[in-house]
């Protein structure tokens, strides 16, 4: 990707979204984003170790989930709806009909 490629401020943020398979919260999380249109790539902290470890130095030792990061940031942990919708009502493109 080259420079101008990352610094477009037109492009897509990078989302993160450790979950786990059996987290109510990382569903209702999901279904959230995939309602409003966002798109993100979910990482499973039960199968991948490395991002257990993410997820462990971000939340003080715990292995909180869900917990979404933005362009590299810790943005949410465990977040509510209208968490959700504060931090990424202006990145949602349009909702799909």
């Known amino acids: 990707m080259?420079?101008?490629?990352?610094?477009?401020?037109?492009?897509?943020?990078?989302?993160?979204?450790y979950i786990t398979s059996?987290?109510?919260?990382?569903?209702?999380a999901r279904r959230w984003l995939d309602n409003a249109g966002v798109p993100y790539r979910p990482i499973d902290i039960d199968t991948?170790?490395?991002?257990?470890?993410?997820?462990?130095?971000l939340n003080r030792g715990n292995r909180s989930v869900p917990t979404i990061?933005?362009?590299?940031?810790?943005?949410?942990?465990?977040?509510?709806?209208?968490?959700l919708a504060a931090v990424f009502q202006?990145?949602?493109?349009?909702?799909r009909p």
Not at 2 to 17: L, R
Not at 48 to 57: G, I, L, N, S, Y
Not at 90 to 95: A, D, G, I, N, R
Request: aromatic share 2%; glycine share 4%; proline share 9%.
């Open 22 to 28: 059996w987290c109510g919260s990382c569903r209702t």
């Open 48 to 57: 991948d170790d490395d991002a257990a470890q993410v997820v462990m130095d």
């Open 2 to 17: 080259s420079a101008e490629a990352s610094a477009d401020p037109s492009a897509a943020p990078d989302i993160v979204v």
């Open 90 to 95: 202006h990145e949602s493109p349009p909702k």
């Open 69 to 83: 990061l933005v362009n590299g940031r810790h943005v949410l942990t465990e977040p509510s709806a209208a968490e």
